[in-house]
């Protein structure tokens, strides 16, 4: 089979599944044969091995039956890295990179106090601890399999990090930090199916209750009213006001930020002590 077969087989059988079939179709190729995308288009007469062909034709079948690419691929890229991803750890987004951009922006290079609650594959902290080397920063997650992912991942890019294995907030107590980034679980159940994302782990986007965002009250019941800082929380937009109702209520003088622009903001910024 050459290159141009597969490239048309690919997009006829992915074509009722997925939206961009041809660019799916270009990218597993180019995995497959760990060459640039430029490369295969370049090529297309070249002859796949029976072994290739074998790979190719499984990566086919899991990708239409849902799988995320960063899952097939075992990598996603995310705020100009290459992170490990597997189906324990949640797949980096966007709206996380938009907050990071802010925070980075806005916070001060002094050494601080860092808290990453929910870190996944550790990217929020492993850029927070590469970008600004002088902050001690520390990040928790629920899952002891994820965080295996995020120590490797802090390993690949020389992150001085520390992970800790947390279920119940404690570190917002014990570690006493100046400066809190969450990114917790934040979806309802009837979210999760409706976004078609049953194959990223549930642990990670349930969050619980009606509104999805059960365990943000229990963190901001956590964190004490004597704290002084900046927390960011990345949620849903449709989540914003509530949010900031809570916060105000627990901090009277917080002033909250909405992070991004246009009609979907990425998350909230607020100031316990502005």
């Known amino acids: 089979m050459q290159l141009r077969e597969a490239l048309r087989q690919g997009q006829e059988e992915l074509g009722q599944r997925v939206e961009r079939a041809d660019l799916d179709t270009l990218g597993l190729l180019a995995f497959l044969l760990g060459r640039p995308t430029s490369w295969v288009l370049a090529h297309d007469d070249v002859e796949l091995t029976n ?9 086919l079948i899991r990708r239409k039956h849902g799988w995320p690419l960063p899952y097939l691929y075992g990598f ?22 938009l ?14 106090r860092i808290l990453d ?10 850029t927070l601890a590469t970008s600004r080397p002088a902050w001690n920063v520390r990040a928790t997650d629920v899952s002891s399999t994820a965080l295996k992912i995020a ?18 907030f404690s570190n917002v107590t014990t570690f006493r930090p100046d400066l809190i980034v969450a990114n917790l679980p934040y979806l309802t159940k009837r979210e999760i199916i409706k976004n078609r994302l049953t194959f990223e782990p549930r642990i990670a986007l349930d969050g619980g209750g009606r509104d999805g965002l059960q365990l943000y ?13 900046s927390v960011y929380l990345e949620a849903l937009p449709r989540q ?22 246009g009609r979907y903001p990425a998350g909230l910024r607020f100031l316990t002590r502005p």
């Open 99 to 112: 907050i990071l951009e802010y925070l980075l922006a806005h916070e001060s290079v002094t050494p601080q």
């Open 240 to 261: 914003h006001i509530p949010l900031s109702q809570i916060i105000r209520q627990r901090w009277s003088g917080a002033m909250v930020t909405k992070i991004g622009s």
């Open 151 to 168: 120590r490797r991942n802090a390993r690949i890019h020389r992150a001085s990090v520390r992970f800790v294995h947390d279920r119940s």
């Open 51 to 59: 072994v290739q062909r074998r790979r190719f034709q499984g990566l």
């Open 76 to 97: 996603h890229d995310f705020f100009g890295r290459r992170y490990v991803v597997t189906p324990t750890t949640l797949i980096p987004r966007p709206a996380t990179e």
């Open 217 to 229: 009250r229990r963190l901001l019941r956590t964190i004490p009213t004597s704290f002084s800082g």
């Open 117 to 126: 609650i929910g870190t996944g594959t550790g990217c929020i902290a492993i």
